[in-house]
């Protein structure tokens, strides 16, 4: 216990004395929050989300769906989720708008069409749920949405309006692109400091003869991992802390979760990144090849893994690949917990997925890993 003790605090003492890392470990990470937050700090979230849900499943509402799928470059809908679902994603944030085609569309828009007089008193209409707080991004979705239905209303009956909308305001969590950004700048920096730091301090150590050293004392292997691991959790703590202060004393970000429950994400995503960099140490013969090697790994990692964009307006194709990954889970629960205050049990899927990574990832470095 003493010698784990004291190893952890050498550990701490080195990161402490290495002010150039230290500096640039922190650094980037922030001035990738300051760049990016001042960027899009007026833009909100990035594209216009929804769902669309077709409750009359006719031809005339197939039809208003073909044509809004027509607006794909500005109206990104979800055809898929269910109403409530793609209401729940509209109140957290993550839809700006719900389009709902009501039981009877179809009926209306014959009897619309049959007769000018009932068109006028009876017609098709559409309801269009948005969010009150992104005014300038449901003010876009609600323009493309009545060009849709006031180009069918012509098609159908000249300029009589045999189809209208029905917008329905609903308040969101008022989340800005900064609050998209700091819960993943904060992956970014656990993936970055425990893959790329871990592969090259301890490659770095074997070469220079260190970890020689070492297995010649009486020092036990397990006694020498856990040493760092306690380090770098405490560092990765340190710094996360750091990140959260700046961007909600700089920026407003909100915290709507649990301290503990983020702080239980930051020591596994830490713990899953330290195992993937022992192993990238094991494979690596020199400090020189163990650079880049690791950053071979994170950096594809730090745009897939929905640091800096949603994972949602990656290529369809990418989205089972990204969704495996570790960064996609840490970033997913650190922004849930965050922006939505999701608990446990919203998020259970996303720590099994980073424990077994975790798992996985020791298992592979106890046989990778060598001494010399």
Known sequence: MRAYGQLTIAQLRL????????????FFPVFFMVMFGYLFSNNGSLGIYGGLIDLDQTTE??????AMDQQKEVLKLDRETPQEEAMEKLRQGDNQMVIVIPKGYGEKLKAAMASPETAIAEHGYVEVYYDETQ?????????AV???????????????????????????????????LVPGIVAMMIMSNNLNGVAGQIASWRERGVLRRMQSTPLQASTFIAAQ????????????????????????????????????FVIIGTLAFMAIGFIIAGL?????????????????????????????SMPAFLQPIIKALPIAHLSTALRQIMNVGAGITQLWSEGLLLCAWMIVAFIVASFTFKWE
């Open 135 to 143: 005014a300038q991004k449901s003010g876009a979705a609600l323009n």
């Open 229 to 264: 691991i306690t380090a770098r959790l405490i560092l990765n703590g340190a710094q996360a802390l750091i990140l959260l202060l700046i961007g909600s004393i700089g920026f407003g970000t909100q915290m709507n979760g649990s301290w503990a429950l983020l702080l239980g």
């Open 15 to 26: 990161f402490g004395r290495n002010k150039q890392v230290l500096f640039f470990t922190l």
């Open 284 to 312: 690596a013969k020199t400090p020189e090849s163990a650079g880049p090697i690791a950053g071979f790994i994170s950096f594809p990692l730090m745009f897939l893994g929905g640091v800096f964009f949603p994972i949602q």
């Open 61 to 66: 509402s197939r039809a208003l769906v073909t």
């Open 146 to 180: 009545s060009q849709v239905v006031d180009g069918i209303s012509k098609s159908f009956l000249k300029y009589n309006p045999v189809v209208t909308i029905e917008p329905k305001g609903i308040e969101s969590l008022n989340l800005k692109y900064i609050d998209f």
